[in-house]
C-alpha cells in the first residue's frame, strides 16, 4: 500500500506563512506528479499546485507569488511553501500523487487524509 501523510497546518495570522510537507511511504517504485489541493468549507476541491517528475511547476491563479511546491525525490516527499497568506487560504490542504508501485502497475492516484490551514487575525 502507499500512505500520504501531511504536515504543517496550523493558525496563522494574515500575511504570516506556514510550509507543509506531505510523506509517501510504502511500495512505491515512482512518482510521477505530486499535487496539493485544498478544500474549503462549502467549496469544492481545487488543486492548487503541482510538480512534474521533471520539476516543472504550476499553479492556480490565486496563489501565483506566494505560495511555492517543490519535492524531494529521494524522500519521496513533497512541500508546499505559503506565504503572505490571506483568510481566503482558509481550508483543508491534501496531498495527492500519482505513483506506481512496480514496473508492472500501472500510475494510481493516491491521497493523504488532509491538514487544517486557517488564516484568522
Known amino acids: 500500500q502507499v500512505q500520504l501523510v501531511e504536515s504543517g497546518g496550523g493558525v496563522v495570522q494574515p500575511g504570516g506563512s506556514l510550509r507543509l510537507s506531505c510523506a509517501a511511504s510504502?511500495?512505491?517504485?515512482?512518482?510521477?506528479?505530486m499535487n496539493w489541493y485544498r478544500q474549503a468549507p462549502g467549496k469544492e476541491r481545487e488543486l492548487v499546485a503541482r510538480i512534474t517528475g521533471g520539476g516543472s511547476v504550476d499553479y492556480v491563479d490565486s496563489v501565483k507569488g506566494r505560495f511555492t511546491i517543490s519535492r524531494d525525490n529521494a524522500k519521496n516527499m513533497v512541500y508546499l511553501q505559503m506565504n503572505s497568506l490571506k483568510p481566503e487560504d482558509t481550508a483543508v490542504y491534501y496531498c495527492n500523487i500519482i505513483a506506481a508501485r512496480g514496473s508492472w502497475d500501472q500510475f494510481r492516484s493516491y491521497w493523504g487524509r488532509g491538514t487544517q490551514v486557517t488564516i484568522s487575525s
Open positions: 510504502g511500495r512505491i517504485f515512482t512518482i510521477n506528479t
